[in-house]
């Protein structure tokens, strides 16, 4: 027979929750909440490398000097011009926002010829303080067209435009295939705003004439921001654009690519 003793020492839990199954669930929740810390810091991880992907500049293309000297291309920067297709046989490139720290603002587009090679750009300028530092005008388009160039440029005429007229600008004494391309600029008061580009489309001076003028004649505007003054220029400018070609027609003594000819001695 079992003594009283001896009954009493059994232990019973009739009325808690066994130990074992206490430290059970105490390793569960522990479990979870380490997998939920280690997730969170995946997350976090994986959150911060979108981030720096976002800000590092697109290096698929050279980058040009003025990329280098103080200009950053943007990662949320919504274009805010564009040009309709006026021939199936140039496609557009790239389309590239730069930015200056001291508030300036290059729109760039660039198209492809049929070949593959560069054949034209157009660059939609707005001046911040880095105007005062900005290379001439000339000098910088050259340098756009032909970087390894050392030509001079000059002046090849103008043509008119419904931005108004436009100077044209060419290598002298072209050699190559890039220098016999034609630049052009435009430069606006108000607002402060510069056009300009250069264009290899076309065989002559009169096809790159006309390239020109239908590429500014199709340039349309997608956001002023809030610049009010944009959205009115061109505005305007749709009130006064005309043909496509219109450019390339109206070459007359004021307008021709050489110096006018006068009849008879002065």
């Known amino acids: 027979m079992h003594s009283f003793e001896a009954r009493t020492a059994a232990p019973h839990y009739t009325a808690g929750i066994h130990p074992a199954l206490t430290s059970f669930a105490d390793e569960v929740c522990g479990t979870l909440a380490r997998l939920i810390a280690y997730l969170c810091t995946l997350a976090l991880i994986a959150m911060l490398g979108i981030h720096f992907w976002d800000q590092l500049p697109d290096t698929g293309l050279e980058l040009e000097p003025s990329v280098r000297a103080g200009w950053s291309t943007p990662s949320r920067s919504v274009p805010a011009f564009a040009v309709s297709q006026f021939d199936l046989a140039y496609k557009t490139d790239t389309y590239r926002i730069l930015r200056h720290p001291e508030g300036g603002r290059k729109d760039?587009?660039?198209?492809?010829?049929?070949?593959?090679?560069?054949?034209?750009?157009?660059?939609?300028?707005?001046?911040?303080?880095?105007?005062?530092?900005?290379?001439?005008?000339?000098?910088?388009?050259?340098?756009?067209?032909?970087?390894?160039?050392?030509?001079?440029?000059?002046?090849?005429?103008?043509?008119?435009?419904?931005?108004?007229?436009?100077?044209?600008?060419?290598?002298?004494?072209?050699?190559?295939?890039?220098?016999?391309?034609l630049g052009f600029i435009r430069r606006l008061d108000e607002p402060n705003l510069q056009i300009s580009g250069w264009s290899c489309q076309g065989d002559g001076l009169p096809a790159r004439r006309a390239a020109i003028g239908c590429t500014l004649s199709r340039l349309m505007l997608l956001t002023a921001g809030n610049e009010p003054k944009l959205a009115e220029l061109f505005a305007h400018a749709e009130l006064r654009r005309g043909s496509c070609t219109a450019a390339a027609a109206s070459a007359d003594w004021v307008t021709a690519a050489e110096n006018p000819r006068l009849r008879g001695a002065l």
Not at 124 to 144: D, F, K, N, Q, T
């Open 108 to 181: 760039v587009l660039r198209w492809t010829g049929p070949d593959g090679k560069p054949a034209a750009e157009l660059e939609i300028y707005r001046p911040g303080g880095e105007l005062s530092e900005a290379m001439p005008a000339m000098a910088e388009i050259a340098g756009r067209i032909d970087p390894d160039g050392v030509g001079q440029i000059e002046a090849a005429g103008i043509i008119d435009s419904k931005f108004g007229l436009v100077t044209l600008l060419r290598f002298a004494g072209s050699t190559n295939e890039a220098q016999a391309c």
